[in-house]
Nanobody, 119 residues
Framework: QVQLEESGGGLVRAGGSLRLSCAASGRTFSTAAVGWFRQAPGKERGFVASILWNNGDTYYADSVKGRFAISRDNAKNTVYLQMNSLKPEDTAVYYC????????????WGQGTQVTVSS
């Protein structure tokens, strides 16, 4: 059973930066991808970024391309989301999630970390 724990959220002014971390435990060799998602008040949870486990390919939502970067540290079993040039509309609870090879969806989710960007 994979367990994910996010950290690094907080309050930052527009234009600032934050780095979120997603630490995993219980990970096996069946990991296919790790993704970041976010949910703003009154909105549905949406995709932010993901990284494929076999080759490191990365994918981003259009709204964050050029500002956010997803990366991983295999030795620390941690995935990061570096967020630069933050905007008030980036305010949301950010979740990391893991998809295993036998599943078409993200099955494991963290508890989320709040990111608030003030104008």
């Amino acid at each position: 059973q994979v367990q994910l724990e996010e950290s690094g959220g907080g309050l930052v002014r527009a234009g600032g930066s934050l780095r979120l971390s997603c630490a995993a435990s219980g990970r096996t060799f069946s990991t296919a991808a790790v993704g970041w998602f976010r949910q703003a008040p009154g909105k549905e949870r949406g995709f932010v970024a993901s990284i494929l486990w076999n080759n490191g390919d990365t994918y981003y939502a259009d709204s964050v391309k050029g500002r956010f970067a997803i990366s991983r540290d295999n030795a620390k079993n941690t995935v990061y989301l570096q967020m630069n040039s933050l905007k008030p509309e980036d305010t949301a609870v950010y979740y990391c999630a893991e998809r295993i090879k036998s599943s078409p969806r993200y099955d494991y989710w963290g508890q989320g970390t709040q990111v608030t960007v003030s104008s």
